[in-house]
């Protein structure tokens, strides 16, 4: 056997690893000089759905990081530490590394990247984002020719899972939340995904590849899926969009020197390719010169999915390891140091959606019109709609506007004696 392999974490992830690897044939042929040599969990009694040689296992990590026998170490435990401490020890004594981690990348990606090109080893991340998607290696890689100007991805499995429902049942969040964790789609606790948290990890990482500059995740802008309803979820329906929970990361139109880095529900126009990706699917449109778009469809989780992509990073790394070379390959090492300067939200130029509910008088429409321009907001559309109860339904989208402009006006229209509330605000693509 050439490659020893020393796995962190055999839940999901590490399990459909093993499982793949044990079943080489027919794979590529590198797979089969893989050996598993070592793997950490915690509880080592647990049943298993692999199976392993009980000297394989043992819940002391610290010992699979420090063996010099292990080449490879697969982080495919999660959480932040003792997965950060772990994945730094191993670059320190020479070892490759393959996580599966974006909440970690996301934020100690710095320091693990900084030791990993000291160290001379490579630190490989395919399934941290997008799952089982080749994402990650084509913006290293095959795209990194191109200057890169946008990459706009459903990123989170569970929150598209859930607007898609919302959508073709006209159901309300709460109710297909439950639901979902019901049925195994969503977490017990499902914050970080909800929230946008998780989405947040991944554009934060995504962007960094795309514009060669780290990320301070603190810099993201993440708003969650809560506040969807299923009124504007028909609404939206109504105007030719979708609702999705959109991670977008952008040069400023206004300012090429800082990027947008940002996930929000988001209004999507039908016809745009990110519209049709439904249920648990993620999909990334990347758009640069001179490609163009291209956009990567497929399982953004799972056990075999993300297997797929956790042993395709394992491969390359076999590969560089049987090459005689000792140089770094430049394709597969971290290359930015620099930090990106992100615009803070209140920069951003975007359409937005507003629903408003007012009293039922005239001049309503010119009262809120007045408002907008007098924060230079062009209206693209104000329809009143309909009643809930006493009060009129109004709903508005705008030409471009930079938010900060468009937060202003909000704040001269909720205190109009008229309005009752603005239930809804949301940025339209
Ligand atoms: N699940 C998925 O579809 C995807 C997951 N990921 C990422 O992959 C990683 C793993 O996820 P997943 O496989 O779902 O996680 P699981 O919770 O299913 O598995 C975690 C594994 O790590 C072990 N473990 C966790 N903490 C410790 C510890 N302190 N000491 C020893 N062993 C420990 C557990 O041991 P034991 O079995 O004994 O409890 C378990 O085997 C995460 O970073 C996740 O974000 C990325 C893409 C998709
Ligand atoms: N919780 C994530 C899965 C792993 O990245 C999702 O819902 O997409
Ligand atoms: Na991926």
């Known amino acids: 056997m050439g490659v020893k392999l020393g796995i962190l974490g055999l839940g999901t992830v590490g399990t ?32 298993r759905d692999v199976q392993l040689q009980p000297e394989v296992i ?5 010992s699979i990081v420090n063996d010099p026998a292990v080449d490879i170490v697969v982080e495919v435990m999660g959480g932040l530490e003792p997965a950060r401490s ?12 393959v996580t599966a981690n974006k909440a970690a990348i996301a934020r100690f990606g710095a320091e693990i990247f900084t030791a990993a090109n000291q160290a001379g080893v490579y630190v490989m991340l395919e399934a941290a984002v997008g799952g089982g998607i080749p994402v ?13 100007h946008t990459v706009t991805g459903i990123v989170n499995g569970t929150t598209n899972y859930i607007l898609t429902r919302m959508q073709t049942e006209g159901s309300d969040f709460g109710d297909v939340l439950a639901d979902a964790q019901r049925l195994g789609y969503a977490e017990a606790d499902p914050t970080a995904d909800v929230d946008g948290l998780d989405a947040g990890d991944k554009i934060a990482i995504l ?37 999705k929970l959109l991670a977008i990361a952008k040069n400023q139109a206004q300012d090429a020197t ?27 449109l990347v758009e640069g010169e001179p490609i163009g778009q291209v956009m990567f469809f ?12 956790v042993t395709s990073d394992i491969l390359s790394l076999v590969a560089a390891l049987k090459s005689n070379t000792t140089a770094p390959n430049p394709l597969l090492t971290c290359r930015h140091e620099e930090y990106s300067q992100v615009a803070p939200i209140s920069d951003l130029l975007t359409r937005f959606y507003a629903r408003f509910l007012t009293k039922d008088q ?36 705008t030409h471009d506007v930079r938010e900060g402009e468009f937060r202003q006006a909000l704040a001269e229209i909720q205190n109009l004696p008229a309005i009752d509330s603005i239930p809804s605000i949301l940025r339209v693509l």
């Open 207 to 243: 962007a960094s590849l795309a514009f060669d500059g780290r990320i301070n995740l603190e810099d993201v802008y993440c708003e969650g899926i809560r506040q969807v309803s299923k009124t504007d979820i028909a609404y939206a329906e109504k105007l030719g969009f979708v609702i």
């Open 136 to 148: 990650i290696q084509p913006l290293k890689q095959a795209l990194s020719v191109n200057r890169l």
């Open 362 to 397: 005239a001049g309503v429409i010119g009262q809120l019109g007045t408002c907008f321009g007098n924060h230079g907001v062009s209206i693209e559309s104000i329809v009143q709609t309909g009643f809930q109860g006493e009060l009129v339904e109004i709903v508005v989208v």
């Open 58 to 62: 043992t819940t002391d990590l610290e």
């Open 258 to 284: 800082k990027l947008s880095v940002r996930v929000h529900p988001t209004f999507v126009p039908k016809t745009h390719p990110l519209a049709s990706i439904n249920g648990v699917y993620n999909a990334i």
């Open 86 to 97: 772990l994945i730094l020890q191993a670059i320190n004594n020479g070892k490759h590394v």
């Open 298 to 309: 497929g399982p953004g989780a799972g056990a075999g999915a993300t297997a797929s992509a």
């Open 16 to 47: 459909g690893t093993v499982q793949l690897l044990q079943d080489a044939v027919g794979r590529h042929p590198l797979l089969q000089e893989i050996e598993i040599y070592r793997v950490g969990v915690r509880s080592p009694n647990k049943s």
